[in-house]
């Protein structure tokens, strides 16, 4: 934390110390925008391209190694362990979003179609996700053959999610370092559900989850009184 905090100019105060038989530990990040310019869940439009940033589920592959002891080569394991352990947020991308004039954006936290049915919620909007589209890093889809789940489900990349014109877009790939890619459109069309996914021939796909919950995933061994 120390090291992240430093590398973006971030202060680390506090802190608030009490016991219990778990560890918790809760962060305030408290920040400022110059001239109020915000990428916000809320303002995805129709006629929107949705783009993502570097590659998606190499982060749950850290976890899934990690509970089923799964032996890997070591620079397979060190490139999954880094991302679930040690994230590096795209700081300077968000910024370069924002002075091409991108203004909607979400980092993949809760998985892509549970952020993504974030701004959709938040924008009054449906979209739609083209499967074979989404970027899966080579070592992904050589290790785990659920590796489409994975990167549909699975969170924790802090990778990119946004919405910009397709020209916007086109120059983001030029300008940024890290890999761009667009995976669908925002519509104005009703739709099944608020985000669908299509398979490569166009037909509608099931979506067997919106992504983490943090209310329905967590198990409680204890009663809360």
Excluded at 4 to 19: D, Q
Excluded at 67 to 92: A, G, H, S, Y
Aim: proline share 4%; glycine share 6%; aromatic share 6%.
């Amino acid at each position: 934390m120390a090291s992240l905090a430093a590398k973006f100019g971030v202060s680390i105060a506090g802190g608030n110390l009490s016991f219990a038989p778990y560890v918790v530990v809760t962060i305030t990040v408290i920040g400022y925008s110059d001239n109020n310019e915000l990428l916000l869940r809320s303002t995805a439009k129709a006629g929107e391209q949705i783009a993502v940033t570097g590659h998606l589920g190499l982060a749950t592959a850290a976890l899934k190694v990690l509970e089923n002891n799964i032996k890997l080569p070591t620079e397979t394991f060190e490139l999954f362990r880094q991302r679930q352990f040690r994230p590096i947020p795209r700081i300077d991308e968000g910024q370069t979003l924002l002075k091409q004039g991108v203004k909607t954006a979400i980092d993949i936290s809760d998985g892509l179609v549970a952020d993504l049915m974030h701004i959709c919620k938040a924008s009054k909007v449906t979209a739609k996700i083209f499967m074979d589209r989404i970027p899966i890093h080579p070592l992904l889809k050589a290790n785990f053959t659920e590796y489409k789940k994975m990167a549909l489900y699975g969170g924790e990349d802090y990778e990119l999610l946004f919405t910009a014109k397709k020209e916007t877009i086109e120059i983001l790939k030029r300008i940024l370092d890290c890999p761009i890619t667009v995976i669908g459109d925002i519509v104005s069309e009703e739709l099944s559900n608020q985000v669908v996914l299509l398979d490569d021939k166009g037909r509608i796909a099931p979506c067997e989850r919106n992504g983490w919950d943090h209310f329905r995933d967590v198990h409680l061994t204890h009663k809360i009184r």
